[in-house]
């Protein structure tokens, strides 16, 4: 049983980290995370999104975290997930799973 939908937001820009650059980009691993998130947990919704940190939407929150990416040089794409930072740079699925069941969220049988 979820306990509660969560949010995830994927924040990151066109153009790729100096550091990552053989790594995807952000709007790659957004789609990559949700398909992989939705096989996992079929039937069990969530809320993800791709947030561009050099155009970000007026949402006050997300504006904010955007300009924290800039301003302390983290590697995106960053992945937060209910307000917990929980990938940077190349984020690992088997640590976002384990955020998900936190909520509730179950593997598919």
């Known amino acids: 049983m979820i306990n509660k939908q969560v949010e995830i ?6 153009v790729l980290c ?3 650059v053989n790594l995807p980009s952000s709007k790659e ?3 990559w995370l949700e398909a992989a998130l939705s096989r996992k947990f079929p039937n069990q919704p969530f809320s993800i999104s791709h947030v561009d940190i050099y155009n970000p ?6 504006k ?7 301003e302390e040089d983290m590697f995106y794409p ?3 997930l209910e307000g917990e930072v ?3 740079g190349n984020p690992k699925l088997k640590i976002i799973y384990a955020e998900m069941e936190k909520y509730g969220y179950k593997e598919s049988e």
């Open 57 to 62: 939407p007026t949402d006050e929150a997300k």
């Open 9 to 14: 937001c994927v924040y990151g820009a066109e």
């Open 78 to 80: 960053v992945v937060v």
């Open 18 to 20: 100096p550091s990552c």
């Open 86 to 88: 929980v990938g940077e």
């Open 29 to 31: 691993t957004y789609e």
């Open 64 to 70: 904010e975290f955007a300009k924290r990416v800039i």
